[in-house]
């Protein structure tokens, strides 16, 4: 990944203090009742909020309702939020919660859990090696492309799934995605190397290199 | 460095949160080891990706009446444990 020069690092940390101090003042104003200001965090958020929702979930409605029940719990609960961490990261663990609480209802499953580490048959060793197409990305139309995402992430267990949306579509820093999921460091990191192997390795046979061709079937 | 090892390292190599003696071992892995290059190669296209698919965004329409719910909610709320 391309190293930005100081100068544009250093504007970029300014931006982010700056949208973080902005982002406290808006929590202290909701937390004395403006709901305008809480309306502008939930303009900031809630189109992450969804995608997290949706990805957990693999609903749709389940991810709308969601949206709705994380909101309206961080605004029920502004008061213990204590502003240790960032409150994006506050509410990203109340919607990863109210995602996993829908998922078991829905499964009728008791074990979904962000605890679970699993070991799957394809676990880090990878079985198959071949060199993708150069932009593999352009061998499918864009729906097809977006299927073949989607379907190739549900496959994930729920845990795997979870962190490498956080730290890779979201862009949660580890340290942040250990605190959303209430897992430890290494936790994080484990699960985000396997996540990202097992979709690797289940892109393979979509993205690889025909011989002599162009990768497309 | 066995394949193994490189495999433990690359979340931090790709991350780029790794110590420069660590990544110079890793790199010098990578010149010699043509499997782990590809699964490093393409484990980095995965998550660039996945992270450019746009998956699930929310539509316009959508997210206007998710907001007036959420927000008249939390107005009744706020009406609620003011009386």
């Given amino acids: ?217 | 460095m066995t394949c193994a090892d490189f495999l433990k390292e690359l979340t931090d190599y790709l991350d780029e949160t790794i110590d420069s003696s660590t990544r110079a071992e890793l790199e010098d892995h990578l010149a010699w080891c043509h499997n782990c290059y590809v699964v490093c190669n393409t484990t980095k296209k995965t998550i660039e990706i996945y992270r450019d698919s746009q998956l699930y965004e929310l539509p316009d329409d959508l997210r206007s009446r998710l907001q007036v719910a959420i927000l008249s909610k939390c107005t009744s709320k706020k009406k609620k444990s003011n009386t």
Avoid: C
């Fill in chain 1, 1 to 217: 990944m391309e190293k930005l020069h100081p100068e544009t690092m250093a504007i970029i940390e300014q931006r982010v203090r700056d949208a973080a101090t902005d982002e406290m003042s808006l929590v202290r104003a909701a937390k004395g009742g403006d709901v305008s200001a809480f309306e502008q965090l939930v303009k900031r958020y809630d189109r992450n909020i969804f995608r997290i929702a949706q990805h957990i979930t693999q609903n749709r409605e389940d991810a709308e309702d969601v949206v709705q029940d994380a909101f309206l719990k961080a605004y029920e609960n502004l008061e213990q939020f204590q502003g240790n961490s960032k409150f994006y990261t506050w509410l990203v663990r109340i919607a990863v919660n109210e995602s996993l609480m829908k998922l078991r209802r829905r499964r009728s499953d008791r074990t979904v859990s962000l605890d679970e580490d699993i070991e799957t048959e394809e676990d880090t060793m990878p079985r198959e090696v071949a060199d993708w197409s150069p932009n593999p990305e352009q061998l499918y139309k864009q729906g097809e492309l977006k299927e073949i995402l989607r379907k190739t992430i549900q496959g994930l267990p729920a845990s795997f799934r979870t962190v490498f949306v956080l730290r890779d579509v979201e862009g949660l820093s580890t340290e942040e995605a250990a605190e959303a999921l209430d897992l430890s460091i290494p936790a994080v990191k484990s699960r985000l190397l396997r996540a990202r192997l097992q979709l690797r390795e289940r892109l393979n046979k979509y993205f690889r290199q025909a011989k002599g061709g162009d990768g497309k079937k």
